[in-house]
């Protein structure tokens, strides 16, 4: 899915203030793990006066290492697919929940450049999953345009707007 319009900070901000009702309404709780944004979704939502109520934890697994040993992202999986895919995204779901009580986990892997693509995988490629506890996993390619800061920018605002999906689809 491609997108080229780059949020302001106040679009995101005003994206965790929603996220933050809808949460605070159904009793739930968000947990994060980010690559390529480097714990920016984390930042925005502990930005938020009384976050603590229903935010748990954000980890920020940048190296396929952290993602293997803090996540549980499999060797194998990140041989086979890389740590940008959609595999390695639903297992960064599926460690994040394991790894808290939350209900509702977002991860974030991605090549935010400006190095680091490929023909394949060119710079602006970033998988975002997200899942509810005791539900599948939704994990979707975005190809984002701009320098490191748009495309990382773009991906949390992507990431903030499925997670408000997720709660009211």
Known sequence: ???HSDPCEADLLDLVRELAEILESQGLRLVTAESCTGGWIAKLVTDQPGSSAWFEAGLVTYSNEAKHR???VSLATLERFGAVSAETAREMLAGALAHSTA??????TGIAGPGGGTPDKPVGTVWIGWQRRGAGADARCFHFAGNRTSVRRQTVA???SGLRHCLTA
């Open 1 to 3: 899915m491609a997108l």
């Open 70 to 72: 803090l996540l549980g």
């Open 103 to 108: 209900d509702l986990a977002v991860a974030v």
């Open 158 to 160: 992507a990431a903030l």
